[in-house]
């Protein structure tokens, strides 16, 4: 850490002999295994985890949420069909739109530039939602109200991931940069079960007054202090983000690549790419400093570096491995009815307050079964296993207990139908769609392609959320699983067939080399 405590991490190009070129930007230090974080690591995940633990805590308590206000407004009778699905998706909608918007000025306009103001989106958002005047408004229009601010939250959870994993992967040795992403991507656990817990300490601090005085009209404060909880993390990190340096590695690559010099240069190594943005970097044609920078359109850059097919199919890989996963995880999701069921916790009978503490419980059961330990052994096998293995045994597996169950759904006992729940949960968790987009692509144009994988995965979560809860109702449970084990199987094959290993990788350096070839060539 520097004069400054800005967190800069520091790459040295690989000087060993037959080495593919690009790769192991930086050999492992002290015999540290790549999953323990140092003080700077601990301090970056602080900082740039608390989206995802903000998408996923969102993500489960608009269900208790939506519950408490079907009693509070509509006297316990179901909500109106669209409206509910306005009220949950909304947020996903959002997030699609964020993750795009975010992503590309990121990149465009610098990590610095935009960082915090995700966050801040987030903030103003639940505010807004927080604000929802359900006294003076119908019970239709306070859905819509409230549902119509959650889209402003999803953008700002969305704006997170493409710079969160950006930021983190420009700060990180390549040797632990899988472990970090992962840890962040782990944070979904955490906001889950933190979640889950809130909703039942908050319902259980009003027992009193709705279970034992009947007073329905207290659910208004529960769902509102479960949701605002929320702006606890999100003001605890906000001035971190504001206030965090540019990275040092994005500034270098924005000014190697994106300014008019005439050529690309021909006598810089991969670790000169990554020098203080301050530095001088001289080439045949000119001197250039930060200063004197002329930036090119990033848009026309993005779409002419993706035009040729080694790089779109990347791109096309990491968008159709998170479209066809987050199907499987939000429809799992979505319909948890079943599992509630088999454990006892569907909240059909007792008082309002009993239904709504026995769903929240099931919740909390849902996370621990699989999802929150499937994360951790990503951050632990990934650099022994590699990105690309984690990714398809994950898959597969995951396809392997959803046939099970969707075989055996009617026969399998109590004990084995929570046994292989636990296991497809616990594989659907375990891949690397977070991690390897913002391993796979160079710096300049990691934070958009990375927000254009996020947002076709929350296309799939979209699809969930708009289509399985009315199709499971039609064609059954078993035949969802079905669906589950057909997704789970395709995108084991699009990762095998688009997708390389991202362990070690150094994407900046593979840009740099073609760089060089197409200048080799140009002059020729």
Not at 144 to 153: E, G, H, P
Not at 406 to 426: D, N, P, R
Not at 494 to 501: I, K, N, R, S
């Amino acid at each position: 850490m520097d004069a400054n405590n800005e967190m800069v991490a520091t790459f040295q190009p690989s000087t060993d002999a037959g080495k593919e070129p690009g790769r192991e930007g930086t050999q492992k230090r002290q015999g540290d295994p790549a999953f323990m974080l140092s003080r700077e690591d601990i301090r970056l995940l602080g900082i740039t985890a608390t989206g995802n633990f903000l998408d996923a805590y969102d993500y489960f308590v608009i269900n208790p949420v939506s519950t408490m206000l079907q009693y509070e407004l509509f006297a316990g009778e179901s909500l109106p069909p669209k409206l509910e699905g306005f009220l949950k998706s909304g947020a996903l909608i959002g997030a699609a739109f964020g993750q795009l918007l975010f992503g590309y000025l990121g990149d465009a306009l610098g990590r610095k530039a935009i960082y915090g103001k995700e966050l801040l989106t987030v903030i103003i958002g639940t505010i807004l939602c927080l604000s929802t005047p359900t006294s003076a408004l119908s019970p239709s229009n306070s859905l819509i109200y409230l549902a119509s601010f959650r889209i402003v939250v999803g953008i700002g959870i969305g704006g997170d991931y493409p710079m969160s994993s950006s930021i983190s992967a420009d700060r990180t040795e390549p040797w632990k940069r899988g472990a970090v992403l992962s840890y962040i991507d782990s944070m979904q656990g955490w906001g889950s079960l933190v979640g889950s817990l809130v909703a039942i300490a908050v319902l259980a601090a009003y027992k009193h007054a709705i279970h034992d005085q009947g007073e329905i009209h207290k659910l208004d404060a529960v769902w509102r202090i479960t949701v605002g909880l929320s702006l606890i993390p999100a003001f605890a990190t906000i001035y971190q983000r504001l206030t965090l340096p540019e990275s040092p590695l994005h500034s270098a690559a924005r000014n190697k690549y994106n300014c008019q010099v005439g050529a690309p240069p021909k006598d810089m190594s991969a670790g000169e790419l990554r020098r203080e943005p301050d530095e001088k970097m001289e080439t045949e044609d000119t001197i250039v400093t930060t200063e004197n920078l002329q930036p090119k359109a990033h848009l026309w850059e993005f779409f002419e570096y993706f035009s040729e097919w080694r790089h779109a199919k990347h791109l096309i890989g990491t968008c159709l491995c998170w479209f066809l996963t987050n199907i499987t995880l939000f429809g799992l999701g979505l319909n948890h009815n079943f599992v509630l069921q088999q454990l006892g916790f569907q909240g059909i009978t007792g008082t309002t307050w009993q239904k709504l503490f026995k769903l929240s419980t099931g919740g909390l059961v849902l996370t621990t079964l699989g999802s929150l330990p499937g994360f951790y052994f990503s951050a632990f096998t990934i650099h022994r296993l590699g990105r690309k293995w984690v990714q398809v045994q994950g898959t597969l597996l995951a396809a392997l207990f959803a046939a099970i169950l969707a075989v055996k759904f009617h026969s399998l006992s109590k004990a084995a139908f929570i046994v292989c729940f636990t296991f497809l949960q616990f594989f659907a968790t375990n891949l690397t769609v977070y991690i390897i987009p913002a391993e796979l692509f160079p710096t300049q144009y990691r934070a958009f392609a990375h927000g254009i994988s996020a947002a076709s995965g929350r296309c799939g979560g979209i699809l969930s959320a708009s289509v399985f809860n009315q199709l499971s109702k039609s064609i059954g449970i078993p035949a969802i699983l079905w669906i589950f084990v057909a997704t789970s199987l395709l995108a084991a094959v699009v990762t095998l067939v688009f997708l390389p290993e991202t362990r070690g990788r150094d994407a900046d350096a593979i840009f740099e080399m073609e760089m060089r070839e197409k200048a080799a060539r140009a002059r020729s």
